[in-house]
């Protein structure tokens, strides 16, 4: 089955530590997107990827970096720059960034939890 | 700039009842708009969109939304809720024309609780 993974499903950071969040996709998508979802805010959105080797920021990239080496994956890094980071992260793709009609298919999220 | 604004962040209905979900939108050329699906710890699902074709759009689950540009509005509804609709809802807005996906803009939800 075709479809986008996000692990781990819960994760758990510490003072001054970087995580990173993996999204991995196999429906030969072409662009990937990072949201970040607090309660009653909705979705922001953080850095999305058009290409491999390619992304931009989003609205909310302060604290946030990220990686495009394979079509297949985007992994977010919360750095320690990010000073709120407790947060729903979701991971999206869809078929050609240019098309704006194209939907955006999600991933189940991952939940980030500071110790 | 596209904007979106969901009217209620709670709407509580009886099951059999009607659902109706509010979003207005903002937008400075056409727009292609959306509504999603949250499931409690889930990412979100789309349940339907609206690209400039037929302005009243069907959907999944019973769903159907109207395009009405004189209202700026693409309200979400359904007939008779089921108890499996219980869940949060965004509507989305894409700006149309040369645009990238990337400039989607989601409103800040609407949960939606079914009473037996």
């Known amino acids: 089955d075709g479809g986008i993974t996000q692990s781990p499903k819960y994760l758990f950071r510490k003072e001054g530590q970087n995580v990173t969040l993996s999204c991995e996709q196999n429906?030969?998508?072409?662009?990937m997107y990072w949201y970040r979802q607090d309660p009653g805010q909705g979705l922001r959105l953080i850095y999305y990827?058009?290409?491999?080797?390619?992304?931009q920021k989003g609205d909310i990239a302060e604290g946030y970096s990220v990686s495009r080496e394979k079509k297949e994956s985007f992994p977010l890094t919360v750095t320690s720059a990010q000073k709120n980071p407790t947060a729903f992260y979701l991971c999206?793709?869809?078929?050609?960034?240019?098309?704006?009609?194209?939907?955006?298919?999600f991933g189940p999220g991952t939940r980030l939890l500071v110790l | 700039a596209q904007s979106v604004t969901q009217l209620g962040s709670h709407v509580s209905v009886s099951e059999g009842a009607l659902v109706l979900l509010r979003c207005n939108y903002s937008?400075?050329?056409?727009?292609?708009l959306f509504w999603y699906v949250q499931y409690p710890n889930q990412g979100l699902q789309l349940l339907l969109k609206?690209?400039?074709?037929?302005?009243l759009v069907k959907g999944i689950n019973g769903f159907e939304a109207e395009f009405k540009k004189s209202e700026t509005s693409f309200h979400l509804t359904k007939p008779s809720a089921h108890m499996s609709d219980a869940a949060e809802y965004f509507c989305?807005?894409?700006?149309?024309?040369?645009?990238?996906?990337?400039?989607?803009?989601f409103g800040a939800g609407t949960r939606l609780t079914v009473k037996p």
């Open positions: 999206a793709s869809s078929i050609l960034a240019s098309a704006v009609q194209e939907t955006q298919y």
């Open positions: 429906l030969n998508h072409d662009a």
């Open positions: 990827s058009q290409i491999v080797n390619d992304f």
């Open positions: 937008s400075s050329v056409p727009p292609y």
């Open positions: 609206y690209t400039s074709a037929a302005t």
């Open positions: 989305a807005v894409s700006p149309g024309g040369l645009h990238n996906n990337n400039d989607m803009r």
